[in-house]
């Protein structure tokens, strides 16, 4: 039997990682952040003083960069942890998530990271229940007012930065945010954390038990 994967979509302070991480703590599984990845290579492609629009240069970087995120999020054994939510790696990691020679390489790291892991994975970001697993044993996607997702980032993000990266991560032409057609669309805004992700668990259950 394939690894039971649950894959959460939505945009920036939605509550993913949260939801995501009580949920993998609750059910015991491992936890996947992908936007910590895309966050790693941007870190050192500035730290490398290189352009972020080049295609070919983050390409190279990402293919010959490794990035991990647990227990720490780290790019070649450096850890970034502290470094990937500042406003420069806000600003710039839409363009290199756009990139779909990034991309690829995530991805493929991303559904390797799955496949390794014993009993399940809760594994959330853009493109998740999309592109990297359609066929997830079920498919989540969280939202949330723009205000209370701005509240969320505790003042770290301003709402304009906020739509910003929205409409970016939206609009691009390489695995855009959108809803799966058999999603589970959850509005998060006036949500308690252990109620969406028992909602979640319940979804998993008749999903598992059907
Ligand atoms: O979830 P986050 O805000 O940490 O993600 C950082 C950026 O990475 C976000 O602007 C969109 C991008 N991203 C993506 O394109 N695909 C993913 N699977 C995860 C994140």
Request: with cysteine; net charge negative; proline share 3%.
């Amino acid at each position: 039997m394939s690894a039971l994967i649950i894959a959460i979509d939505g945009p920036a302070g939605s509550g993913k990682s949260t939801v995501a991480r009580a949920l993998a703590d609750r059910l015991g599984w491992s936890f996947l952040d992908t936007g910590a990845m895309y966050r790693a290579i941007t870190v050192e492609a500035l730290r490398r003083e290189l352009d972020v629009r080049d295609e070919a240069a983050l390409a190279a970087l990402s293919a010959s960069s490794v990035v991990r995120t647990t227990p720490r999020v780290s790019i070649n054994g450096r850890d970034v942890e502290d470094e990937i939510r500042t406003d420069r790696v806000n600003e710039v990691v839409s363009i290199v998530a756009a990139n779909p020679l990034v991309r690829a390489s995530m991805v493929a790291r991303q559904r390797e990271f799955a496949d390794a892991q014993a009993v399940g994975t809760v594994v959330e970001g853009r493109d998740i229940t999309t592109v990297v697993f359609p066929d997830a044993t079920i498919k989540i996607f969280l939202s949330a007012s723009l205000d209370e997702r701005a509240r969320r980032r505790g003042g770290d993000e301003e709402p304009a930065s906020l739509a910003r990266r929205d409409d970016a991560d939206s609009n691009r032409r390489t695995s855009p945010l959108r809803v799966a057609h058999d999603a589970i669309e959850i509005d998060t805004t006036l949500r308690a954390v252990d109620d969406v992700v028992e909602e979640i668990v319940e979804c998993l259950h008749q999903k598992t038990s059907s």
